[in-house]
């Protein structure tokens, strides 16, 4: 969890990684432990929990971000910002008590921008996978 917090700026409630699995020089697989109590099974589908698409989502994209964390050098003032979705499928419902594996990849670098894809899995099968961009942006303030 450390290498996560120092890596990016999520912070719980909205941080879906809890480890990192494996990691090279351009992929990073991760894993979240999705538990009965977390806030979002209480509202999305209340009778039958399921974990909002939109956030298995975001759980890929933050892998993506940790991965590109380690390309930016130490000390920059640039962080990994989502610029494109594109191809995102839902193949199967994520529900309390799975454990989330995520995988990403850079597929291709231009600059300061990078392709990537990625794709969550329960119980070793596809649950959505989806291509993505991100660049590095300044962070605001930063030099304030």
Avoid at 3 to 16: E, G
Avoid at 69 to 82: M, N, T
Wanted: proline fraction near 6%.
């Amino acid at each position: 969890m450390e290498d996560i917090l120092r890596a990016i700026p999520h912070r719980p409630p909205f941080l879906f990684l809890d480890r990192i699995t494996e990691s090279g020089s351009n992929f990073l697989k991760a894993e979240k432990e999705l538990k009965p109590e977390l806030d979002f099974f209480k509202g999305h589908y209340p009778s039958f929990p399921i974990m909002p698409g939109v956030l298995i989502c975001e759980a890929i994209f933050q892998a993506g971000a940790i991965l590109l964390s380690k390309l930016v050098e130490a000390g920059s003032d640039k962080v990994p910002v989502l610029t494109r979705i594109k191809n995102a499928r839902f193949k199967r419902m994520v529900r309390p008590g799975d454990i989330l594996n995520v995988h990403t990849e850079i597929i291709e670098k231009l600059g300061e921008v990078f392709f990537m894809r990625g794709k969550a899995l329960v119980g070793g099968k596809t649950a959505v996978d989806v291509e993505y961009a991100c660049t590095l942006a300044m962070m605001e303030g930063a030099n304030e």
